[in-house]
């Protein structure tokens, strides 16, 4: 996010984005699913052995196909975004992390170093 010409991350709000995203990937997925299901039990619907089943079965099928296929591909590209916001927050986190391990590892150092002008090194 920007504010004032300046990047702002959030993680936690990243992660709020990332769990919605994969429950709108997980509806999608059973979507696909059921209609699957539910296109098999209207399968008979075109007939067979006749010129209109001849005519229409292809059409049926190749309709029952492309709705697999769009909602599979949606799901897809919501696991992609996912993917891509998975990224985005671990570089948000591991410069978060560095910075604090740092600030640990100097205060640590600033603690236990003896040679510091005006320091007796905590011994008094």
């Known amino acids: 996010m920007t504010d004032g010409g300046?990047?702002?991350?959030?993680p936690s709000q990243l992660r709020s984005v990332i769990d919605h995203l994969e429950e709108i990937r997980?509806?999608?997925?059973?979507?696909?699913?059921?209609?699957k299901f539910s296109a098999q039990q209207y399968d008979a619907y075109p007939g067979h052995g006749?010129?209109?089943?001849?005519?229409?079965?292809?059409?049926?099928?190749?309709?029952?196909?492309?709705?697999?296929?769009?909602?599979?591909a949606f799901a897809q590209a919501i696991t992609g975004v996912v993917g891509a916001q998975l990224i985005m927050l671990r570089g948000l986190q591991?410069?978060?992390?560095?910075?604090?391990?740092?600030?640990?590892?100097?205060?640590?150092?600033?603690?236990?170093?003896?040679?510091?002008?005006?320091?007796d090194g905590g011994r008094r």
């Open 6 to 10: 300046s990047f702002q991350g959030n």
């Open 26 to 35: 997980q509806r999608a997925s059973e979507l696909v699913s059921t209609f």
């Open 50 to 72: 006749d010129s209109y089943a001849d005519q229409l079965r292809p059409q049926w099928k190749g309709n029952v196909q492309g709705v697999e296929d769009a909602g599979t």
């Open 94 to 119: 591991e410069p978060q992390q560095q910075a604090l391990d740092d600030i640990h590892s100097t205060l640590d150092h600033d603690l236990n170093n003896t040679n510091i002008p005006g320091s």
